[in-house]
């Protein structure tokens, strides 16, 4: 038995949904920890893809459970929509359960949060637009309503809902000149989501741990990434969770002591969504490159990600903050047609050499990264199916970030398609053993 946390170890986008999606195969049980709809995650299974905002991956496994834990905030609106789309391409959600205390996203979050990020101007931050910082902060000023409140009291909800929009309207129209919200519409369609949605609502503290007192193995999933921690992120271009794997714990109900093994996934390079700096940014055709063969548009907004070398202070940062055991490189195919490739091994700050990753915004937008340049292997990976497979080039590169990083590479991803994928250790079930001997050669010891 092991119960093993999927952290995201740079800005999020990370491959987090296909890593999660092949280690569901191992699990039994299934956790999202954190985020709401802000999250994307893209699994792609026998040409067919799965778009997930807020059902956990393992949900494409048919005997694995799946939990929305207390630590989300829920949009219905589009979970019910995700629901319908799984059911029409044959997926079953009977196995899907909601955390009884998670809390709700109601519609004036969502026009708070887009009307808020459009006065902010030169200031905005990038959010998603999807209501998840203003759901946060009134569960923050305990003000917010929870999934439990309109499954156990649907009548008491009305007066506490007219109450809230009523409050609400006036922000909206004196602060943002926006129409104001009909009370009722909205109580009645949330009422009606609280019908479709009461046969999957659970004490999921309760559930998780009967988990861990039965020995089954669970796999925590959070969303976005270590630098878009809302403490140990990027700040303020952060998201308002904790996605480090430390939020884990308090998102799913669960004591620290259940925790057998973190799990860092890393793109092969570097991108970011939205504001703030970024040291290895690469403007021009190279940065074009990238974002095109890497598809690099967001799930959930659509929005084209900033790309750059591969970070190895942003590594080390995320190794640091979460405990990692191991890590997923993803995307490694992207490199294939480069003729070198870089990697920031450290930075320059006001002449000074600095390997750790800065706190602050305006150190951070004066790093200038210090790279140690690889060959590139200039032919295709995505057809590598093992260690061996691999050109050598491409098994030097790999080395060469475990090393800086000072953790095991445990998956490679070569694609988007679950067989895209060289697993060198199973994280659930194998040891922890590092990827390539002294020598960086691969470890031979085959596939699983």
């Given at each position: 038995?092991?119960?093993?946390?999927?952290?995201?170890?740079?800005?999020?986008?990370?491959?987090?949904?296909?890593?999660?999606?092949?280690?569901?195969?191992?699990?039994?049980?299934?956790?999202?920890?954190?985020?709401?709809?802000?999250?994307?995650?893209?699994?792609?299974?026998?040409?067919?893809?799965?778009?997930?905002?807020?059902?956990p991956s393992g949900i494409l496994y048919p005997e694995t459970e799946c939990i929305i834990g207390s630590g989300t905030v829920i949009?219905?609106?589009?979970?019910?929509?995700?629901?319908?789309?799984?059911?029409?391409?044959?997926?079953?959600?009977?196995?899907?359960?909601?955390?009884?205390?998670?809390?709700?996203?109601?519609?004036?979050?969502?026009?708070?949060?887009?009307?808020?990020?459009?006065?902010?101007?030169?200031?905005?931050?990038?959010?998603?637009?999807?209501?998840?910082?203003?759901?946060?902060?009134?569960?923050?000023?305990?003000?917010?309503?929870?999934?439990?409140?309109?499954?156990?009291?649907?009548?008491?909800?009305?007066?506490?809902?007219?109450?809230?929009?009523?409050y609400k309207n006036v922000l909206l129209e004196k602060l943002y000149n926006l129409p104001p919200l009909d009370a009722n519409e909205?109580?009645?369609?949330?009422?009606?989501?609280?019908?479709?949605?009461?046969?999957?609502?659970?004490?999921?503290?309760?559930?998780?741990?009967?988990?861990?007192?039965?020995?089954?193995?669970?796999?925590?999933?959070?969303?976005?990434?270590?630098?878009?921690?809302?403490?140990?992120?990027?700040?303020?271009?952060?998201?308002?969770?904790?996605?480090?794997?430390?939020?884990?714990?308090?998102?799913?109900?669960?004591?620290?002591?259940?925790?057998?093994?973190?799990?860092?996934?890393?793109?092969?390079?570097?991108?970011?969504?939205?504001?703030?700096?970024?040291?290895?940014?690469?403007?021009?055709?190279?940065?074009?490159?990238?974002?095109?063969?890497?598809?690099?548009?967001?799930?959930?907004?659509?929005?084209?990600?900033?790309?750059?070398?591969?970070?190895?202070?942003?590594?080390?940062?995320?190794?640091?903050?979460?405990?990692?055991?191991?890590?997923?490189?993803?995307?490694?195919?992207?490199?294939?047609?480069?003729?070198?490739?870089?990697?920031?091994?450290?930075?320059?700050?006001?002449?000074?050499?600095?390997?750790?990753?800065?706190?602050?915004?305006?150190?951070?937008?004066?790093?200038?990264?210090?790279?140690?340049?690889?060959?590139?292997?200039?032919?295709?990976?995505?057809?590598?199916?093992?260690?061996?497979?691999?050109?050598?080039?491409?098994?030097?590169?790999?080395?060469?970030?475990?090393?800086?990083?000072?953790?095991?590479?445990?998956?490679?991803?070569?694609?988007?398609?679950?067989?895209?994928?060289?697993?060198?250790?199973?994280?659930?079930?194998?040891?922890?053993?590092?990827?390539?001997?002294?020598?960086?050669?691969?470890?031979?010891?085959?596939?699983?």
């Amino acid at each position: 038995m092991a119960n093993v946390v999927v952290v995201g170890a740079q800005w999020g986008d990370e491959g987090k949904g296909k890593v999660t999606d092949l280690l569901s195969r191992s699990a039994d049980v299934v956790v999202r920890y954190q985020g709401g709809v802000n999250a994307g995650h893209t699994v792609v299974v026998n040409d067919t893809t799965f778009k997930l905002h807020l059902i956990p991956s393992g949900i494409l496994y048919p005997e694995t459970e799946c939990i929305i834990g207390s630590g989300t905030v829920i949009d219905p609106t589009v979970l019910i929509e995700e629901l319908d789309r799984l059911e029409s391409l044959n997926v079953s959600t009977e196995r899907l359960m909601i955390a009884q205390t998670a809390h709700v996203t109601m519609p004036y979050h969502r026009l708070i949060d887009q009307a808020a990020e459009e006065r902010r101007g030169e200031r905005k931050i990038g959010t998603t637009g999807r209501g998840i910082g203003p759901t946060y902060a009134d569960k923050s000023e305990r003000t917010s309503l929870r999934v439990v409140d309109f499954i156990d009291d649907p009548e008491g909800i009305r007066d506490k809902l007219t109450w809230t929009i009523n409050y609400k309207n006036v922000l909206l129209e004196k602060l943002y000149n926006l129409p104001p919200l009909d009370a009722n519409e909205v109580i009645e369609q949330y009422l009606e989501y609280a019908k479709r949605l009461r046969r999957h609502v659970v004490d999921s503290s309760l559930k998780i741990y009967e988990a861990v007192r039965t020995k089954r193995n669970i796999l925590f999933e959070g969303a976005q990434g270590t630098l878009l921690d809302l403490d140990h992120g990027t700040y303020p271009y952060v998201t308002s969770s904790n996605p480090v794997a430390g939020g884990a714990c308090v998102g799913a109900g669960v004591g620290p002591t259940t925790i057998d093994r973190v799990i860092g996934v890393a793109k092969a390079y570097t991108t970011r969504v939205g504001e703030g700096p970024f040291p290895t940014e690469l403007p021009g055709d190279l940065g074009e490159l990238l974002g095109d063969r890497g598809a690099e548009f967001g799930t959930t907004t659509g929005r084209r990600r900033r790309c750059g070398w591969f970070d190895a202070a942003i590594g080390r940062y995320a190794v640091r903050i979460n405990g990692l055991d191991c890590l997923a490189i993803t995307k490694l195919d992207v490199l294939d047609t480069l003729d070198e490739i870089k990697v920031c091994v450290a930075y320059e700050v006001d002449g000074q050499r600095q390997e750790h990753f800065p706190t602050s915004n305006r150190t951070l937008a004066r790093c200038k990264p210090i790279y140690e340049t690889l060959p590139g292997w200039k032919q295709s990976t995505e057809n590598c199916r093992t260690l061996e497979d691999l050109p050598d080039a491409a098994l030097d590169y790999l080395k060469f970030l475990a090393e800086l990083m000072k953790v095991p590479i445990a998956i490679i991803s070569l694609g988007a398609s679950r067989d895209q994928t060289i697993i060198v250790e199973d994280p659930i079930h194998g040891p922890k053993r590092a990827l390539l001997d002294a020598n960086g050669r691969p470890v031979k010891r085959g596939h699983h």
